[in-house]
């Protein structure tokens, strides 16, 4: 939170509707927009895969004092009130040059555990609070929310999906505010991706409950097992194929194992259509090479675009998976 939350003109609610148009793919973020409908401003979403543990990506988020620091525009950052430490409402204030007016907001946040699907969600919300007296020279943003989805990809990395949306107050043009959100998207997951280097966090991972949650899982195969085919159920409508992914162990280990490489390429699914193709795509390779004789084929069947089309669409991929693996026992070697 204490980098993600550096430009309060991008923080938002969630998305309402609409298909998601990337804009931004450089140095490993995806950015993507979409417009709102009745607003004239976007919502926008960014992934990223960070190289560490979630623990160490949750200390960094929780790191509300941390977000004022010398030479940033942060000014002020404070708890209000802390129930818990998934619970609490804190406050920061952000100066910036003229002609632009300075900003505050009271920002309410609650954290969850999704453990079936291995993921933490954040959301966060800019309330009205009585007990924090509006600064003098500051616009008070009271329209603002947001959402940051921490997924385990492995245990040394992190998905992260931040989506944003919010009405800065004052007198700034639409355009002005739809660029600055997609400008900052990119610097704030960099700020992330190098903050979690830091001995501080690292520090405060290591005594965090996470750190012992997430091993209990990993010591738990059905867990791990289960946590995939939520996973997959969240891209692929047919359970009888995720039933026969999950089985393979190449699979499991592609999505949730110390490579990943699904893990990480199902982030760009939250953003769109054609990054869920390829993944799908990476799956049936993933579950099916290991029994294809005949290479060309499996190339033919695992790329073909209307197929790829069918399995996010709705049931019945597995008989066509079964049919390929028949044809494959009879092709002679």
Same mark, same amino acid.
């Given at each position: 939170m204490r980098l993600l939350l550096a430009a309060l003109l991008l923080l938002a609610r969630p998305a309402l509707a609409g298909e998601w148009e990337q804009f931004l793919d450089e140095d490993g973020v995806k950015g993507y927009a979409r417009a709102v409908p009745g607003s004239k401003l976007i919502e926008v979403r960014s992934t990223i895969m960070v190289p560490a543990r979630i623990e160490v990506v949750g200390a960094v988020l929780r790191d509300i004092e941390?977000?004022? @620091?010398?030479?940033?525009?942060?000014t002020a950052a404070r708890y209000v009130e802390k129930l818990d430490r998934n619970r609490y409402?804190?406050?920061?204030?952000?100066?910036?040059?003229?002609?632009?007016?300075?900003?505050?907001?009271?920002?309410?946040v609650v954290t969850r555990y999704d453990l079936e699907r291995g993921r933490?969600?954040?959301?966060?919300?800019?309330?009205?609070?009585?007990?924090?007296?509006? @600064?003098?020279?500051?616009?008070?943003?009271?329209?603002?929310?947001?959402?940051?989805?921490?997924?385990?990809?492995?245990?040394?990395k992190t998905g992260v999906i931040y989506t944003s949306r919010a009405d800065p107050?004052?007198?700034?043009?639409?355009?002005?505010?739809? /660029?600055?959100?997609?400008?900052?998207?990119?610097?704030?997951?960099?700020?992330?991706?190098?903050?979690?280097?830091?001995?501080?966090?690292l520090k405060a991972a290591a005594s965090s409950p996470d750190a012992a949650l997430i091993e209990r899982s990993l010591r738990d195969p059905a867990r791990m097992a289960k946590i995939v085919a939520n996973r997959l159920g969240e891209l692929i409508r047919d359970r009888p194929l995720i039933a026969r992914m999950v089985g393979e162990r190449r699979v499991v280990e592609a999505l949730c194992g110390e490579k990943g490489n699904v893990g990480e390429l199902l982030l760009e699914g939250w953003?769109?259509?054609?990054?869920? @193709? /390829?993944a799908v795509e990476l799956l049936l390779r993933q579950l099916l090479a290991p029994r294809a004789r005949d290479r060309a084929a499996l190339d033919r069947f695992v790329s073909d675009p209307a197929r790829l089309e069918r399995i996010l669409a709705g049931p019945g991929a597995d008989a066509e998976v079964a049919a390929f693996l028949?044809?494959?026992?009879?092709?002679?070697r």
């Open positions: 941390g977000m004022a @620091r010398p030479g940033q525009s942060c409402s804190f406050y920061v204030a952000y100066d910036f040059p003229w002609p632009a007016s300075s900003r505050d907001a009271v920002i309410r933490v969600i954040s959301d966060l919300r800019a309330i009205e609070d009585a007990r924090v007296p509006r @600064r003098k020279g500051h616009v008070r943003i009271t329209d603002l929310s947001s959402q940051f989805v921490i997924e385990y990809l492995s245990r040394h107050a004052g007198h700034l043009p639409s355009f002005l505010v739809n /660029r600055g959100a997609k400008k900052s998207l990119k610097q704030n997951a960099l700020d992330l991706r190098r903050a979690v280097t830091k001995p501080e966090y953003g769109s259509r054609a990054s869920r @193709r /390829r028949a044809g494959q026992e009879k092709t002679p």
